[in-house]
């Protein structure tokens, strides 16, 4: 038996999906702790990034310039 569902599918996926800046966490962690013979320049680039902007603005803290 098959299960047919009216509409669009995608604000029912949409609801129940976690946060975009959850996904995108776990998916950065995983890059992150991939062998570095595996990452692309593009991939380091990303991450360095990140990293620098997670400096500048600790949890729990200011501004680093400020």
Do not use: F
Not at 38 to 55: D, F, G, W, Y
């Amino acid at each position: 038996m098959q299960i047919h569902h009216v509409g669009d599918h995608r604000p029912l996926r949409a609801a129940e999906y976690p946060a975009i800046g959850d996904q995108l966490d776990v998916l950065w962690r995983w890059a992150a702790a991939l062998p570095a013979a595996l990452r692309t320049p593009e991939l380091e680039a990303m991450l360095s990034h990140i990293e620098a902007v997670k400096t500048k603005y600790e949890k729990g803290g200011e501004d680093a310039s400020g």
